[in-house]
């Protein structure tokens, strides 16, 4: 603490001087870790009767790898003169990997004399390994100092020079440097020298592609990507040679010649090519895209994969050739077209048709190669319906999500892939599934579904996973139906489905929602039947708490905001529902002109709320309580009033609640800081517990807070500590004065772990001052003064220290109101609150609580735990697994970078026998790692807990 601490409290807060001799300066020297040290073993390098000798010492070597800045130079030296003698390849090989790592990890290494040292040492190199292992080397360590342009350019020719090695390892090397270290300058600094040697770069690369190992023409494909990516233009005249390879025997070089292809067709869209005929010409985009059409059939699964989602990024092709991927049967009207006079010119060529004129000239043509005859220029047709029948998953998947890409930027495309998506409704896999919904979810805006896909999409409905049934009611509400009939059907089946599945209930209700928003026309004529309305007799009342009724209810009302002719259709147990829901879920149910025409308090709350008004009367509320010149009792009194408006606030009006609620709980803790404080025994364990709690909330529940009020905020936590700090001193010595014994207490051991919290608390608070530039309360600075003084404090000693500055502090700074803080909360939807069912299982064994909550303005979801009271006091804090966060259908992300998530688990409980059964509360946490101390974070409760009531029986022996 004294070393973070003493040089900043010191400096800026201390201003006592005292006169003295000057304290004498100390030197000191670091001693170099000679066991550890890597230095150590390069040294035994010539003691190593052996190769096996040395290469053991060389890997524990890389293992240590520490060196003295002083000591990188002399164990380069050594390595390199134990590197001329060996004659095993494997050490040098790994001599040259300790090289790059060396100049990668070590601070004093001089790159340059490294990258020197391996070019000699290569130079006169004949093992193929050690020479490719000293190209990767150079690769390593040139990217470090890519900006030595010089050097790179050296560093291309040694890779230039060892191109002729019979190696592939050590020609892949050589391929990888010159793509990787190629100096490249911005087009606009180029010169006409620059560009001729930048073109033979790419030629010289661009012919390695004909190579006689596969290896080496993958990776000449695969340097000239690298320099695409890197900023230097790759020539169109390498189109011919990269087609070429599509149809090479290894799939690793069809793999990057696929990605080649894609990016000079994306690159050079508008080019012209002529086709095999030698009179048909395309666009060079057409082309590429036919030709990755062709590797859909390919027979690697990678390869089929990659085609499928570089098709999905291919954009600006002609609509004959997309439409084609959907059809296997071939068009005829993709040949060219030719006037009749071509026609016969081509005719009399050909020698079918006789003039007559001359001898022979109705002899048969010349003859054609099978090859040579194709009815398309390319193999565009039927590719996506392949991919979609793939027997591979990534496939499926791949086809999937390039056919929505297409669909999102071509409407013809959308409705003509509309029923090859529908179809992977009942693919096998659940991915598949998924993929295919939220595809058609982000396509709806082009689509209208006819009854025979409706009949696909509202059987999957009856999907045993969650994440499928809530997908399609997302699509359901995004898409639009294109009758009466088809509307009809799907409200019947998803009411049909919500008694099958009432866990989807709220998912439902979003779905109706929108459903009724989009087709207002056509729930018209479905009014009356759906609200059970009768010309002559008066019907039932139906329940309002019915989940069926309620999503009837939603449709119907959503769709009378754009629709007012049905208002008339309404009876008066319909408005009075209305008005019931209005209240209850005014996000699912829009203001209508019917009932009771004032505006209710939601709606006021979704209004413009004036900032200055509720500026105005924040001030009005605050004004007087940092008036120093009224005395505390009056000063806490009207901070105790204050309390009370804030939290009335909160629940008037929702858009300020985060800021209300801020400020109310701040006031608060000084209120019951301040009680704690003159209580008459001390401060009592439960209120500072209670205190703690408080200011964790301050600190981690809120968002938007400024760095100046988090400043505030972390000052009142550090008086918190202090009073925590006098406690545990004052129960230590009561438990020491009872016993007569001195020693290490249960109480001395928490006295010691306040002392701890306190310091660290302070150190945290420091930075934290000293990054906002706050300046730090009177209490804040005594504090810092008092535990720069020494390093060490007993926690009796720091007690008595801090006790008068705390009792004769003045009260802590409200900070003022910002209407920008949000306050993270919680919602448990199940289990109910008022859940009679009693949870009956075997003593010791384990059972299963559903638990569905949702949680809003969450900065971390991980951080979130779900904490079960036991009623014999034991806590658990269960983290629920990753998969089981799921993003709110309406609300993902907020403006302030927190999330909305919904949690849906199981809450696993167990314990002994009870003789009768007894409630256990589930709420749902944030845990909160200060770091200061080893024991389990902290809990911030998010919401109220629920009772779940529990009966463990005993086991029944015997059979």
């Given at each position: 603490m004294a070393a973070v601490l003493k040089k900043r409290a010191l400096a800026e807060y201390n201003k006592s001087f005292q006169d003295g001799p000057a304290s004498k300066k100390l030197h000191l020297v670091k001693k170099p870790l000679i066991g550890s040290s890597a230095a150590a073993f390069v040294g035994l390098l010539e003691k190593c009767k052996s190769s096996d000798e040395a290469l053991q010492l060389l890997l524990r070597i890389s293992d240590c790898l520490q060196f003295q800045e002083s000591d990188v130079e002399e164990a380069i030296k050594k390595l390199s003169e134990h590197f001329q003698s060996?004659?095993?390849?494997?050490?040098?090989?790994?001599?040259?990997?300790?090289?790059?790592?060396?100049?990668?990890?070590?601070?004093?290494?001089?790159?340059?004399?490294?990258?020197?040292?391996?070019?000699?040492?290569?130079?006169?190199?004949?093992?193929?390994?050690?020479?490719?292992?000293?190209?990767?080397?150079?690769?390593?360590?040139?990217?470090?100092?890519?900006?030595?342009?010089?050097?790179?350019?050296?560093?291309?020719?040694?890779?230039?020079?060892?191109?002729?090695?019979?190696?592939?390892?050590v020609k892949c090397r050589c391929l990888q440097l010159m793509s990787e270290l190629y100096p490249i300058c911005p087009e606009t600094d180029r010169t006409l020298e620059m560009t001729v040697e930048s073109d033979a770069m790419v030629k010289l690369l661009g012919d390695y592609s004909n190579a006689e190992d596969a290896r080496v023409r993958c990776e000449a494909f695969q340097s000239l990507l690298t320099l695409h990516?890197?900023?230097?233009?790759?020539?169109?005249?390498?189109?011919?040679?990269?087609?070429?390879?599509?149809?090479?025997?290894?799939?690793?070089?069809?793999?990057?010649?696929?990605?080649?292809?894609?990016?000079?067709?994306?690159?050079?869209?508008?080019n012209?090519?002529?086709?095999?005929?030698g009179e048909t010409t395309m666009r060079l985009v057409d082309d590429a895209f036919i030709r990755i059409c062709s590797a859909v059939n390919d027979l690697c699964m990678q390869v089929r994969a990659l085609s499928c989602s570089l098709l999905g990024t291919t954009r600006a092709v002609s609509d004959r050739f997309l439409l084609q991927t959907l059809d296997k049967q071939l068009m005829s009207n993709m040949k060219k077209k030719r006037t009749a006079h071509e026609r016969g010119a081509e005719l009399v060529r050909s020698g079918a048709w006789a003039s007559g004129r001359r001898w022979a000239d109705d002899a048969p043509g010349q003859l054609i190669e099978q090859a040579a005859v194709q009815l398309l220029p390319g193999g565009a047709a039927g590719a996506f319906v392949h991919g979609l029948e793939d027997?591979?998953?990534?496939?499926?998947?791949?086809?999937?999500?390039?056919?929505?890409?297409?669909?999102?930027?071509?409407?013809?495309?959308?409705?003509?892939?509309?029923?090859?998506?529908?179809?992977?409704?009942?693919?096998e896999i659940e991915d598949v599934r998924l993929r295919a919904i939220d595809s058609l979810t982000r396509i709806s805006h082009h689509i209208v579904l006819r009854e025979d896909q409706l009949e696909i999409i509202l059987g999957a409905l009856e999907d045993y996973s969650m994440d499928v049934r809530e997908g399609l009611h997302r699509m359901l509400g995004s898409c639009t139906v294109a009758s009466k009939t088809c509307l009809e059907m799907c409200i019947d089946k998803i009411l049909e489905n919500l008694k099958r599945y009432p866990q989807d209930k709220r998912s439902t209700f979003r779905c109706v929602q929108q459903i009724g928003s989009k087709h207002a026309t056509l729930v018209l004529p479905l009014t009356t039947r759906l609200l059970a309305v009768h010309p002559f007799f008066d019907m039932p009342e139906p329940d309002v708490e019915d989940p069926s009724y309620m999503c009837v209810l939603i449709l119907v009302l959503n769709a009378a905001q754009h629709c007012t002719t049905m208002l008339p259709l309404f009876e008066e147990h319909t408005v009075k529902h209305y008005t019931y829901l209005r209240d209850t879920m005014p996000h699912l149910v829009p203001h209508l002109p019917i009932g009771d025409t004032k505006q209710s308090r939601s709606?006021?709350?979704?209004?413009?709320?004036?900032?200055?008004?509720?500026?105005?009367?924040?001030?009005?509320?605050?004004?007087?309580?940092?008036?120093?010149?009224?005395?505390?009792?009056?000063?806490?009194?009207?901070?105790?009033?204050?309390?009370?408006?804030?939290?009335?606030?909160?629940?008037?009006?929702?858009?300020?609640?985060?800021?209300?609620?801020?400020?109310?709980?701040?006031?608060?803790?000084?209120?019951?800081?301040?009680?704690?404080?003159?209580?008459?025994?001390?401060?009592?364990?439960?209120?500072?517990?209670?205190?703690?709690?408080?200011?964790?909330?301050?600190q981690y529940q809120f968002s938007g807070v400024s760095e100046q009020e988090n400043a505030?905020?972390?000052?009142?936590?550090?008086?918190?500590?202090?009073?925590?700090?006098?406690?545990?001193?004052?129960?230590?010595?009561?438990a020491n004065t009872g016993t007569g014994n001195t020693g290490n207490t249960a109480s001395g051991i928490v006295a010691l772990s306040a002392a701890t919290a306190l310091t660290h608390h302070a150190e945290l608070l420091d930075r934290i001052l000293a990054s906002a530039g706050v300046e730090p309360d009177p209490f804040t600075i005594a504090v810092f003064q008092q535990l720069s003084q020494s390093g060490e404090h007993k926690p009796s000693a720091l007690a008595r220290a801090v006790q008068p500055l705390l009792l004769s502090a003045p009260l802590p700074v409200i900070p003022k109101p910002n209407l920008k803080i949000r306050m993270c909360s919680a919602s448990i939807i199940?289990?109910?609150?008022?859940?009679?069912?009693?949870?009956?299982?075997?003593?010791?064994?384990?059972?299963?609580?559903?638990?569905?909550?949702?949680?809003?303005?969450?900065?971390?979801?991980?951080?979130?735990?779900?904490?079960?009271?036991?009623?014999?006091?034991?806590?658990?804090?269960?983290?629920?697994?990753?998969?089981?966060?799921?993003?709110?259908?309406?609300?993902?992300?907020?403006?302030?970078?927190?999330?909305?998530?919904?949690?849906?688990?199981?809450?696993?409980?167990?314990?002994?026998?009870?003789?009768?059964?007894?409630?256990?509360?589930?709420?749902?946490?944030?845990?909160?790692?200060?770091?200061?101390?080893?024991?389990?974070?902290?809990?911030?409760?998010?919401?109220?807990?629920?009772?779940?009531?529990?009966?463990?029986?005993?086991?029944?022996?015997?059979?």
């Open positions: 060996e004659e095993e390849s494997v050490v040098r090989v790994k001599i040259l990997w300790l090289f790059s790592d060396i100049g990668l990890e070590c601070p004093g290494a001089n790159l340059n004399n490294l990258i020197d040292e391996t070019i000699h040492l290569i130079k006169n190199e004949t093992s193929h390994k050690v020479i490719a292992q000293g190209i990767a080397t150079l690769v390593k360590l040139g990217n470090k100092l890519s900006e030595d342009k010089i050097l790179m350019a050296r560093l291309v020719n040694v890779a230039r020079d060892n191109l002729k090695d019979t190696s592939h390892q990516e890197r900023g230097l233009t790759i020539s169109f005249d390498l189109y011919d040679q990269v087609c070429a390879a599509l149809s090479d025997d290894y799939e690793i070089v069809r793999e990057v010649a696929l990605k080649l292809v894609w990016l000079m067709g994306s690159k050079y869209p508008e012209t090519v002529t086709l095999q005929d027997e591979f998953m990534e496939v499926r998947t791949a086809a999937v999500e390039a056919v929505c890409q297409l669909s999102m930027e071509n409407q013809v495309f959308a409705i003509t892939s509309l029923d090859f998506l529908v179809d992977m409704f009942n693919d709606e006021k709350s979704e209004a413009a709320i004036d900032d200055s008004a509720v500026i105005r009367f924040f001030d009005t509320v605050l004004q007087h309580i940092d008036n120093v010149t009224l005395s505390t009792m009056v000063r806490l009194k009207m901070l105790q009033s204050a309390e009370e408006q804030l939290n009335k606030l909160s629940e008037m009006e929702p858009m300020v609640s985060g800021a209300a609620n801020f400020t109310a709980l701040f006031a608060r803790c000084v209120l019951s800081l301040h009680t704690a404080l003159n209580a008459t025994n001390g401060p009592p364990t439960h209120a500072l517990q209670q205190l703690t709690t408080d200011c964790l909330r301050l505030c905020v972390w000052q009142l936590a550090l008086r918190v500590c202090a009073a925590r700090l006098l406690a545990a001193v004052q129960n230590a010595t009561v199940e289990p109910a609150t008022d859940n009679d069912t009693v949870l009956r299982f075997c003593a010791g064994l384990i059972t299963g609580v559903a638990l569905e909550a949702e949680v809003v303005r969450v900065k971390d979801p991980s951080a979130l735990r779900v904490r079960v009271a036991y009623p014999d006091t034991r806590v658990h804090a269960l983290v629920p697994p990753r998969d089981h966060l799921r993003p709110l259908d309406h609300t993902n992300t907020n403006d302030d970078g927190t999330q909305n998530v919904r949690l849906l688990t199981k809450v696993l409980i167990s314990h002994g026998v009870w003789t009768e059964p007894c409630g256990v509360d589930i709420s749902v946490c944030l845990a909160v790692e200060e770091g200061s101390s080893r024991d389990a974070a902290p809990l911030v409760e998010l919401c109220r807990p629920v009772r779940v009531t529990v009966a463990p029986k005993p086991i029944k022996r015997g059979i």
